[in-house]
């Protein structure tokens, strides 16, 4: 890896049967840096954010995440580089609904050798930080779509993770919400230095990132 890459791809594609979605991709991210993949819906950005994050593997190319090369792990192997390493932001929020907000967050540290005090309390903290402080024992479905998503985000952070990935984390959310996750990610990486790939397919919001890289038909435009 270069000076300063925690991510790199080379070379990547992924086929489908005969379909290639990821068509030859390289690209890197460096520590502390945001960038912003973005393209329209079909144009393979969601199976590259699949494919640099270690959730599908490449049918060609190499991924190398915080100089681990992850392309011939094992899917044991790849989950508990993940559980360690990685957090996820979905556009669907991937909350367990029999959960409390709370919980939801705490959930990634059950692995962890932690008391379940250790975890409430890192959990909260999140949720504090997210201004989720009054909601924490709520359920999912008492949640609007912005405190479902700021939940989703604790979640992510949960692991101190080395990079967080974020497929169309606004995608589900109406403007005025989506501006104001958009904001939360934004001072994650400004004042606390999270490394960040946001997936999206609205310019306006790919321009927070310090870098946006274009996809079209599979491929990244130059």
């Known amino acids: 890896m270069n000076n300063g890459d925690i991510l790199m791809g080379v070379n990547l594609s992924k086929k489908y049967s ?60 790849l989950a508990l580089f ?28 059950f692995p962890i050798k932690m008391s379940n005090d250790q975890r409430r309390k890192r959990a909260i903290e999140l949720l504090e930080q997210m201004e989720m402080g009054p909601r924490i024992e709520h359920l999912p479905a008492a949640l609007s779509g912005g405190e479902k998503q700021r939940v989703a985000i604790a979640r992510a952070l949960a692991n101190h993770p080395k990079i967080v990935f974020a497929d169309e984390p606004t995608g589900n959310l109406d403007s ?39 996809m079209q038909d599979g491929e990244v435009m130059k």
């Not at 599908?56 to 190398?64: A, I, M, S």
Request: with cysteine.
């Open 18 to 77: 005969n379909l290639e979605v990821v068509k030859d991709v390289s690209l890197n991210v460096k520590e502390g840096e945001f960038v912003s993949l973005v393209g329209k819906s079909g144009c393979g950005k969601t199976t590259l954010l699949s494919l640099l994050s270690g959730l599908e593997k490449p049918t060609k190319g190499q991924v190398t995440l915080n100089s681990k090369d992850i392309t011939g792990a094992t899917e044991e192997e």
């Open 82 to 109: 993940r559980r360690e390493y990685v957090g996820f932001i979905f556009q669907s929020f991937n909350l367990i609904p029999t959960l409390s907000a709370w919980e939801n967050v705490a959930l990634p540290l």
């Open 176 to 214: 005025a919400t989506g501006d104001a996750i958009m904001a939360i990610l934004s001072e994650l990486h400004k004042k606390q230095g999270m490394t960040m790939l946001m997936v999206t397919h609205e310019p306006e919001l790919a321009k927070t990132a310090d870098r946006v890289i274009r």
